[in-house]
């Protein structure tokens, strides 16, 4: 299975769930938690690291959905990819700091370094 192609797969299915959700409700979910499950039963995961989740930050008008990205599976240089953007975000373009930091605390002493891809 390539990890790449089965994670683009999902990242279009989460966007049709909230492209769905603002169909409905005239704004974004202001987390994917509220997609389910009304517009998709489980939200799948991103499939580049084990027990990764998605970047995501949403409001009335606006989200942006991404994920941690790196070339190769053994690579310890992780990219924060936003895949998505709606509307004009308030504040930082940097949605996936928190993962990164979930990703860091799970491995300590896997040396990663981040960096953050442009729209």
């Known amino acids: 299975m390539d990890f790449r192609k089965e994670t683009a ?4 299915r989460t966007v049709r769930a909230i492209e769905s959700y603002y169909a409905r409700e005239r ?5 994917l938690s509220q997609l389910s499950p009304w517009y998709v039963i489980s939200l799948p995961k ?3 690291m084990h027990g990764q989740d998605w970047c995501y930050e949403g ?3 606006f989200y942006r959905l991404g994920y941690i990205y790196r070339e190769h599976w053994s690579n310890p240089n992780l990219i924060g990819r936003i ?11 940097n949605i996936c700091k928190e993962e990164f930091a979930a990703i860091q605390n ?6 990663f370094s981040y960096t ?4």
């Open 9 to 12: 797969k999902r990242v279009e």
């Open 83 to 93: 895949y998505k953007s709606v509307g004009e975000a308030p504040g930082d373009a």
């Open 46 to 48: 991103p499939m580049i």
């Open 59 to 61: 409001g009335e008008d």
């Open 116 to 119: 953050m891809e442009s729209e």
């Open 106 to 111: 799970s491995q300590p002493d896997y040396p």
């Open 27 to 31: 704004s974004y979910p202001e987390t």
